[in-house]
């Protein structure tokens, strides 16, 4: 049997299905390993029964990175920030809302706020190379208690081209694995002064925690297990 890739979508289940599933599942994670992508996620399968659980986060993979750097990039002349996917306009959208950001960046006056998502969509690589122009990324959405579960490969998409993010309080797993890549806030308030103190030069140093390569090991230690 194969190991179990899950994450969220799976403890969600878990709550909803009655008690007769619940204990199927819970035979079922007790006797294969668990791959999830952060820690947090790891205690809950332990809760569960689960005995050989992996941490493999979501990254991106070393030819990504080489594809993205090759090049020579200039900064953008004003200060740029980035935000990938769809914005919410308002207060509706509950896990990740981001309403207010837009006119925070207008009132502020934080310089260029570019939306890589819906109309704006970018193919992956280019998004990359792309986000190397930008000072920030951002992944602020209004905190939640469940964003400790969330490891959003976003995060690493910036980071493994040398841009650090202005991150979400709430999203303590991602904030954990970015390290010195993470500019946290606990609301949208504390964004002007996040980017107006931090170093904008974009010179970072890559860490190799934020590649796939780094974490073959663990990959081929719970495969191996099972033989």
Same mark, same amino acid.
């Given at each position: 049997? $194969?190991?179990?890739? *899950? ?7 878990? !709550? ?5 599933? *619940?204990?199927?599942?819970? +035979? ?7 791959? !999830? ?9 332990? =809760? ?6 992996? %941490? ?7 030819? =990504? ?10 900064? =953008?002349?004003?200060?740029?920030? %980035? ?5 919410? %306009? ?18 502020? +006056?934080?310089? $260029? ?5 819906? +109309? ?12 190397? +122009? ?7 959405? $209004? ?8 490891? *959003? ?9 040398? %841009?650090?993010?202005? !991150?979400? /309080? ?22 002007? /002064? ?5 170093? *904008?030069?974009? $010179? ?20 191996? =297990?099972?033989?």
């Amino acid at each position: 049997m $194969k190991p179990i890739f *899950q994450e969220i979508a799976f403890l969600n289940l878990y !709550v909803f299905i009655g008690e007769n599933a *619940q204990k199927r599942l819970s +035979r079922i994670i007790r006797q294969v390993p668990t791959i !999830v992508t952060n820690h947090a996620v790891a205690e809950k399968y332990r =809760e569960l029964g689960a005995e050989n659980v992996a %941490v493999v986060p979501n990254v991106p993979l070393r030819f =990504e990175v080489d594809y993205a750097t090759a090049d020579e990039v200039q900064k =953008e002349n004003e200060t740029t920030t %980035v935000y990938i996917g769809n914005m919410s %306009v308002d207060d509706h959208t509950i896990l990740r809302n981001t309403s207010g950001i837009k006119e925070l960046w207008t009132k502020f +006056r934080l310089g $260029k706020l570019v939306n890589f998502g819906g +109309r704006n969509y970018l193919p992956h690589l280019t998004l990359m190379r792309r986000m190397r +122009r930008c000072h920030f990324n951002l992944l602020f959405w $209004k905190p939640l208690d469940v964003h400790k579960y969330y490891v *959003q490969n976003k995060a690493f998409l910036a980071s493994v081209v040398g %841009v650090p993010t202005i !991150v979400s /309080s709430s999203l303590e797993s991602t904030i954990e694995l970015l390290g010195d890549y993470a500019l946290v806030v606990h609301n949208l308030e504390e964004i002007p /002064s996040v980017i107006n103190s931090s170093d *904008q030069s974009g $010179k970072h140093d890559l860490n190799p925690v934020h590649m796939w390569e780094y974490h073959i090991p663990e990959i081929k230690k719970i495969y191996g =297990e099972m033989n």
